[in-house]
């Protein structure tokens, strides 16, 4: 088999999967404007963004050579978990003969999911099969351990673009690991190059801090959100983003006795907000607008495809959490018609803004620390 | 105690049922004003932008609720009237969005959630909250339910017979009878008309496109004059049915539609934006290919105007016609 699979985020750990389990992977090529097109031009136009993206680069998969795809489904009701089934008979009725397998939850059809176990782990037997996918979710885990850093990292590098860079290598040193051993010591190695880039001078009044939060897809792949994080940390702002796959491996996998997950938790600040949960991220998104708050950040950007159902309704809560939790919060929504420098304009006004808030307070701050009276004049002159 | 029901979404298809249960238990139930483009400009300037229209109009009539003079207003959490299926993200939401974009409604929305198996939301335990709020007992609830549920078989039987959710509702709650409605059954021309009860039904939205095809002299038929038996047996052959309710409705009588040799054509009414459409509207697509039967998809959102709705519908009209009288050999 040769297998794709939809692009999203580190997709090193895809590909580690299913060429351990001994297929011929064939790696999608980063969406481009390309991509888009195609998928603009077979997907039905109200569908959400990231749907058009996947569909695209299945059809530059196919066309590289791949006749599987293997993707995951949903129980609704966010219309995520019915893309497969779409894009089935999209690439069917432009003349495309891949198989496309959609891993639905195996609670509602076990036949159905063994059956298709089976066929994806083709020769491998159960236990060195449960042994790769341990090993690809150690991978994980470590990358975005690492990924985590390099978006705090890249705004006080000395020299433009070093993070990004050495964040290549570090992605290029994780695809040549194959052993639990090997990535252990990769990941030391790659700690070490993190540590190694030189940085610029900066105090803890200095650091602004802006956190990401939004639908999974259009959050954790930077090449369809116009670089939001690379962006940021271009401009001298430490990142944190809400979306990493080993979150949603650990949110998923979790058996109950190993206690709440961290998203979880999320989700229960979320709930107050928002009483039922709507098939997306939204409980969870909510949690974290309001744990980066509790947490001091400077400033939250919410991102959502256009029209995505479920971030539509967080959306509608956002003037709430700002007043209450009093922090900015941007809400930037992307598909095809998005215009790049309309978007970034946005974005610098609203570091701008942040940053001023930011001034301010520490200013006010000094003020209540000393004379009310006088300094405001000293303040002033000097 | 009065009650408000913003006359707007599910209202158009569960207003004969939700009205008995109120009525039932003593309370009075005040409507919202009909769909007006002020109503609609209101509701457009507190909703969040990027939302369906019908949400929009939702907001609309919530507003005009506020200046109404009602105890609560009903706003149920729709989520499940069947057992696999639930409804649009936004109507889980529903309650919420609203408290958050109109903020003077907190503490005035009545808001049970629905998790019942079937239309009649019947499920008693659903309603504990109306105990403490309207000073019912649940032997009160059950009994009020009992006689909804009789006036919604009612409702549903004269649907079945071709009439639509607007005209049914009067003729089963004893507004209308069954000879003051033209339903014109003996027309040349029948269209399968798909869409949301929102849309096809609010008469801001869908423009009354009922009357306008009726006027033209088609037979009109749209997803609740095909009986539940028929969409369910479709939704049971699909290996994965969508996820949403109505959708799932629409579907199965597209479906239907496809196959029954007397429909002529379909029309899709949706709303710009709707995420459920966006699916299903591919999926009909693709089948209209298929079936070899013509199919139209008209978009509606606040910035629709009447003459462009008219100008679609006639030429799609016409365009059957044509071709029907050239199948009979009576020439164009």
Same mark, same amino acid.
């Given at each position: 088999m040769k297998v794709t699979f939809p692009y999203m985020g580190t997709i090193a750990v895809y590909k580690k999967v299913f060429e351990m389990l001994g297929h011929e992977v064939i790696v999608p090529p980063r969406p481009s404007q390309r991509t888009i097109d195609l998928g603009v031009k077979h997907?039905?136009?109200?569908?959400?963004?990231p749907f058009k993206v996947i569909i695209g680069s299945y059809i530059e998969a196919v066309e590289l050579g791949a006749d599987t795809v293997i993707t995951s489904g949903g129980?609704?009701?966010?219309r995520a978990g019915y893309y497969g089934e779409i894009h089935r008979r999209i690439l069917k009725s432009i003349g495309y003969d891949a198989d496309v397998i959609i891993f639905d939850s195996?609670?509602? +059809?076990f036949k159905d999911f063994y059956r298709k176990i089976i066929k994806i782990k083709a020769s491998t037997s159960i236990a060195s099969a449960l042994n790769i996918l341990k090993i690809n979710y150690h991978m994980i885990c470590k990358m975005d351990e690492l990924e985590k850093r390099t978006k705090i990292l890249r705004a006080y590098e &000395?020299?433009?673009?070093e993070v990004s860079r050495v964040w290549k290598q570090i992605n290029e040193s994780f695809d040549k690991s194959y052993t639990e051993v090997e990535i252990k010591r990769v990941a030391k190695e790659c700690s070490e190059m993190l540590e190694s880039v030189s940085q610029r001078l900066f105090t803890d009044q200095d650091r602004i801090r802006i956190g990401i939060v939004g639908e999974i897809y259009v959050t954790m792949e930077p090449s369809i959100n116009m670089d939001v994080e690379e962006r940021l940390g271009n401009m001298g702002i430490e990142v944190e983003n809400s979306q990493y796959i080993s979150n949603w491996v650990q949110h998923n996998a979790?058996?109950?006795?190993? /206690? &709440?997950s961290y998203a979880q938790k999320l989700m229960d600040k979320g709930a107050a907000f928002?009483?039922?949960?709507? /098939? /997306?991220h939204e409980q969870e998104n909510i949690g974290c607008m309001v744990d980066y708050a509790e947490r001091g950040f400077d400033g939250i950007i919410h991102l959502m495809p256009f029209g995505c159902l479920p971030e539509l309704v967080t959306q509608s809560t956002i003037p709430l959490i700002s007043k209450k939790y009093d922090i900015p919060i941007l809400t930037l929504s992307i598909d095809e018609q998005t215009g790049r420098s309309n978007s970034l304009t946005r974005m610098e006004a609203f570091v701008d803004l942040v940053k001023n808030r930011k001034k301010r307070k520490q200013y006010s701050n000094t003020l209540l620390m000393s +004379?009310? &009276?006088?300094?405001p004049i000293s303040m002033k002159t000097s | 105690m009065r009650i408000g029901f913003p006359r707007a979404l599910v209202f158009f298809y569960f207003y004969p049922l939700w009205k008995t249960f109120f009525n039932e238990l003593g309370i009075e139930v005040v409507l919202s004003n009909q769909s007006s483009v002020s109503l609609l400009h209101q509701g457009v300037r507190s909703?969040?932008?990027?939302?369906?229209v019908p949400i929009k109009m939702f907001t609309g009539h919530v507003w005009n609720l506020l200046e109404q003079d009602v105890d609560y207003i009903f706003i149920p959490r729709?989520?499940?009237?069947?057992?696999?299926a639930s409804f649009c993200p936004k109507f889980l939401g529903l309650p919420e969005m609203i408290r958050y974009t109109i903020p003077e409604v907190e503490g005035r929305i009545l808001c049970p959630d629905i998790q019942a198996s079937?239309?009649?939301?019947?499920?008693?335990?659903?309603?504990?909250?109306?105990?403490?709020?309207?000073?019912?007992?649940m032997k009160m609830i059950r009994k009020a339910l009992r006689k909804a549920s009789e006036v919604w078989d009612r409702f549903r039987e004269f649907c079945y017979k071709g009439y639509t959710v607007t005209e049914a509702s009067a003729l089963a709650l004893g507004?209308?009878?069954?000879?003051?409605?033209?339903?014109?059954?003996?027309?040349d021309i029948k269209i399968g008309l798909l869409g949301y009860v929102y849309n096809i039904y609010d008469p801001l939205i869908g423009m009354d496109i009922v009357q306008k095809m009726r006027k033209r002299g088609v037979y009109v038929k749209t997803?609740?004059?095909?009986h539940d038996r028929i969409i369910e047996k479709k939704i049971q052959s699909v290996k994965k049915p969508l996820f949403w309710t109505f959708t799932n409705k629409l579907w199965g009588a597209a479906d239907h539609f496809y196959q029954?040799?007397?429909?002529d054509g379909l029309i899709h009414v949706t709303a710009f934006g709707c995420g459920p459409d966006s699916l299903l509207g591919k999926i009909i697509e693709l089948d209209s290919d298929e079936f070899c039967k013509p199919l139209m998809t008209i978009r509606v959102d606040e910035h629709t105007g009447e003459s462009h709705l008219e100008t679609r519908i006639e030429a799609f009209i016409d365009m059957i016609r044509r071709k029907k009288n050239k199948e009979r050999g009576v020439g164009a």
């Open positions: 997907s039905p136009e109200f569908v959400c963004f129980n609704g009701p966010c195996m609670f509602k +059809d &000395k020299i433009p673009g979790r058996p109950k006795w190993a /206690g &709440k928002i009483a039922k949960g709507l /098939g /997306g +004379d009310s &009276k006088t300094t | 909703a969040i932008p990027e939302i369906c729709l989520m499940n009237v069947e057992k696999d079937n239309e009649k939301m019947d499920r008693v335990s659903d309603y504990k909250s109306f105990r403490d709020i309207l000073g019912v007992d507004e209308l009878t069954e000879s003051q409605v033209d339903i014109c059954q003996d027309c997803f609740e004059m095909v029954d040799h007397d429909i």
